[in-house]
């Protein structure tokens, strides 16, 4: 079946070192998401892509950024890792001009 | 900017109604959408509304939309304890899927 796959699920990490979470879908959707979750923000876009070499900012994209090299991936690199980025990250997928996407299981990262 | 805004806690004996609400403030948003999020995993679409319909049924969910006041609700007869969960509502005003705004989300807690 085809499916959306986080990786890790869970890291911890030290406050400046550089950070990389991977999402994979295997749909071959063109567009790709990527999201924190914290407690009473909801979910909020933080960089997202509608096809290979397309990435463009979210509502909070500063100290993040993303490459879409081929379909199937969009990892999400936080340069230098603050502990205001300790949240749950989700990835999401969907097809150009569909109302669905489909959302990964999600990371959750700690900055210690 | 768009915000979309729900109350945070519902709490509901088994077998009753359930109805979780939402405004939002953006008047051209096209798609209006409600997320499942259970324990420790992604989102799961329930459904969706189109901005020109008032109102959608789907089995035990119904969504009403009122545009005037720009609020959303969804409605699930016959509540189980197996609908205990995270729900979101969620914006957009393009059809690619996945570039939405979430709601805080409203956590549902059904009691037998």
């Known amino acids: 079946d085809a499916e959306i796959t986080q990786s890790p699920r869970h890291k911890i990490t030290e406050t400046g070192r550089q950070v990389t979470l991977a999402c994979h879908q295997t749909w071959n959707h063109n567009n790709m998401f990527w999201y924190r979750q914290d407690l009473g923000h909801g979910l909020r876009l933080i960089h997202y892509?509608?096809?290979?070499?397309?990435?463009n900012k979210g509502e909070v994209s500063d100290g993040y950024s993303v490459s879409r090299s081929n379909t199937e991936d969009l990892p999400l690199t936080l340069e230098s890792a603050a502990s205001s980025q300790t949240s749950v990250y989700f990835c999401a997928s969907s097809e150009s001009g569909d109302t669905e996407a489909f959302f990964g299981q999600g990371t959750r990262l700690t900055v210690v | 900017g768009e915000d979309v805004e729900q109350s945070l806690f519902l709490s509901v004996r088994e077998g009753d109604s359930s109805v979780i609400n939402c405004t939002y403030t953006d008047s051209s948003s096209t798609y209006l959408y409600w997320y499942k999020q259970e324990p420790g995993a992604g989102l799961q679409l329930l459904t969706y509304?189109?901005?020109?319909?008032d109102m959608k049924q789907d089995q035990r969910l119904t969504v009403l939309l009122n545009k005037k006041d720009k609020h959303l609700s969804l409605r699930i007869a016959d509540t189980q304890t197996g609908d205990s969960a995270i729900y979101f509502c969620a914006e957009s005003n393009d059809n690619q899927g996945g570039k939405l705004i979430f709601g805080q989300g409203t956590e549902l807690s059904v009691k037998p």
């Open positions: 509304i189109f901005s020109n319909m």
């Open positions: 892509s509608y096809g290979v070499q397309d990435t």
